[in-house]
């Protein structure tokens, strides 16, 4: 599965949210990032273009690649 979305999502790539489940996140659905790296749990890390470095958990949160 980490192989996958290291190919589905490479570094650079960008990526908009769809959804986050982490009410205390600042970042919203359509927020915009660019892709950094994905850990070897999956979690999906992008520099948020609002400033954010928070990751995208694989299975809890989605984003989709622009």
């Known amino acids: 599965t980490v192989e996958r979305l290291r190919k589905e999502y490479p570094h650079g790539a ?14 919203k659905p359509g927020d915009q990032g660019t892709v950094d790296f994905i850990d070897d749990s999956g979690t999906l890390f992008c520099i948020w273009d609002s400033g954010s470095r928070l990751g995208v958990v694989y299975g809890e949160d989605a984003v989709k690649k622009l």
Not at 16 to 25: A, K, Q
Request: no cysteine.
């Open 14 to 27: 960008r990526v908009e949210l769809v959804r986050m489940n982490d009410p205390y996140s600042r970042l």
